[in-house]
């Protein structure tokens, strides 16, 4: 009975139950600063009132606006990007789009397939994480004209519009700070780069900053550790053990951060007392640690409210511009790295 009922109700309902012409309902969905807030309230009590859903795909086939966007993520396992994801969805919201979000586990060929998914959806522009993507998905946007972007990557000869930070930077500007502290001897701990070019790109800056220091970069110091803090702790755990050990781990990120701090506790050794730990990120919850993370902060906030209003102007025409916004790191300092002073005192 409810899903009959259902079927007949559409906007010439609505607009009879509100008291309103069709095109008053519509012009209440699409421009809903044009009609008065009395009108918009009688509209929407009569949509709660039937259960009336707009057909989106019907506009769509009428070559109008879908009104969504897709976001197509590496991972939703972690809080790597969830901050950036909800302040995307919060700014395209405020424009009227809604966000359709994919993830493809770090693979290429997985991205590919998910872009092609939005698009039988009729998305209206398709949002991607970093600079690297398979040569299919980059030739399928220039041939179905979607409208893209990056976010999280900033580099100035994007081929894409993009809106994020400098990954190779953030590596430099971490290296740097355990060089400021005092540290020679340090080890790396960072994802598998391949199909991760934020990976890729803060592991080169990490690696050059420490060369150009003359800093030796020890192969059995430098190891790979995925998005777990389980097995971030394992890695820790062995290298830790062993009688030459680094005075000092930078992580490629926070998660693996954590992990590692757990995995030098795990072998009785304190942070940063006997050993100093830093990340890349500035996630949730990096700074209520104990002690709190030292780390590289990535504005992920500023960069999913900027990326989310110049996309959303970029798809309605507001704006034309091939935007490439870099957005600032910061350092922060809290519990986990110390002068290498005081490591040698301690020992």
């Not at 302040?87 to 405020?94: K, M, Q, T, W």
């Not at 990954?167 to 540290?183: P, Q, S, V």
Request: aromatic fraction near 6%; charged fraction near 25%; glycine fraction near 8%.
């Amino acid at each position: 009975m409810s899903d009959k009922f259902n079927e007949k109700v559409d906007i010439v309902a609505v607009a009879k139950a509100a008291r309103v012409s069709p095109s008053t309902v519509s012009r209440s969905f699409n421009h809903p600063g044009l009609v008065s807030p009395a009108t918009r309230k009688r509209i929407t009590r009569a949509v709660e009132k039937l259960g009336y859903i707009r057909n989106r795909a019907a506009q769509s086939m009428h070559g109008r606006r879908n009104a969504t966007i897709g976001l197509i993520v590496p991972t939703i396992d972690h809080a790597i990007f969830a901050e950036v994801i909800q302040s995307f969805s919060d700014s395209i919201d405020r424009a009227g789009f809604t966000l359709l979000i994919a993830s493809h586990s770090y693979d290429l060929d997985r991205e590919y397939a998910m872009m092609r998914k939005l698009m039988e959806h009729r998305v209206d522009g398709i949002a991607l994480v970093g600079l690297e993507h398979a040569d299919a998905s980059l030739r399928l946007l220039e041939q179905q004209g979607t409208p893209a972007m990056a976010l999280w990557n900033y580099a100035p000869d994007s081929l894409l519009p993009c809106v994020g930070a400098d990954n190779h930077e953030a590596g430099r500007i971490a290296a740097d700070h355990l060089l400021g502290l005092g540290h020679r001897d340090i080890g790396l701990v960072f994802p598998r780069p391949d199909g991760n070019d934020r990976a890729s790109a803060r592991l080169s800056g990490a690696r050059d900053r420490l060369l150009a220091a003359g800093v030796p970069l020890i192969e059995d110091w430098q190891w790979e550790a995925p998005y777990s803090i389980a097995q971030a702790k394992q890695v820790a755990q062995d290298l830790l053990r062993r009688a030459h050990r680094p005075t000092a781990l930078l992580c490629g990120n926070d998660v693996i951060a954590q992990g590692v701090i757990y995995g030098a506790q795990s072998c009785g050794l304190r942070v940063p007392q006997d050993i100093s730990v830093t990340g890349i990120g500035d996630f949730k919850g990096s700074a209520e640690m104990e002690p709190g993370l030292t780390t590289v902060r990535i504005p992920a906030r500023s960069i999913g409210e900027i990326a989310g209003e110049r996309f959303t102007d970029l798809i309605t025409g507001a704006s034309e511009d091939h935007f490439r916004i870099r957005c600032p790191l910061e350092c922060i300092v809290r519990g986990t790295s110390a002068l290498y002073e005081m490591l040698r005192l301690s020992l």
